[in-house]
């Protein structure tokens, strides 16, 4: 039995994989809830339009989506750092090099994410 990837508490809609859920045009990125002590279990945060409810996906479960340098050592607090992971809604790519940084750049991933064709049920009720 597979389970499916996202299920929405509020409305019950399912996507069943991961890329169901990220092409979705009801679906759009909002922010980021960091952990510190552990950044695979940040969490990704996601509007759906259709019912306005929040969506968290834990970070853990889109990370192979991104390719690049994974740096060791934070530099939270540190003339290089922006801040930007202590703001919920900041969804800027990071210049530090820093252990954050790979949920930065994912962040970016995930907002030029291709959406489907077709047109927002949410769009089309209005």
């Known amino acids: 039995m597979n389970a499916d990837f996202k299920v929405c508490p509020h409305c019950s809609r399912t996507w069943p994989s991961r890329e169901e859920f990220l092409s979705d045009g009801d679906i759009s990125l909002v922010g980021y809830q960091v952990n510190f002590e552990a950044l695979s279990l940040g969490l990704f945060l996601f509007n759906h339009s259709v019912c306005q409810t929040t969506l968290s996906i834990r ?3 889109l990370k192979d989506l991104f390719i690049g340098p994974v740096f060791k050592g934070r530099r939270t607090g540190q003339r290089d750092c922006p801040g ?3 703001k919920r809604t900041e969804l800027s790519d990071c210049p530090a090099e820093c252990e ?14 291709p959406k489907s064709a077709v047109e927002s049920r949410a769009a089309v009720r209005r």
Request: aromatic share 16%.
């Open 59 to 61: 970070a853990e479960l």
């Open 84 to 86: 930007y992971c202590l």
């Open 100 to 113: 954050c940084t790979w949920v930065r750049a994912l962040l970016q991933v995930i907002r030029r994410w």
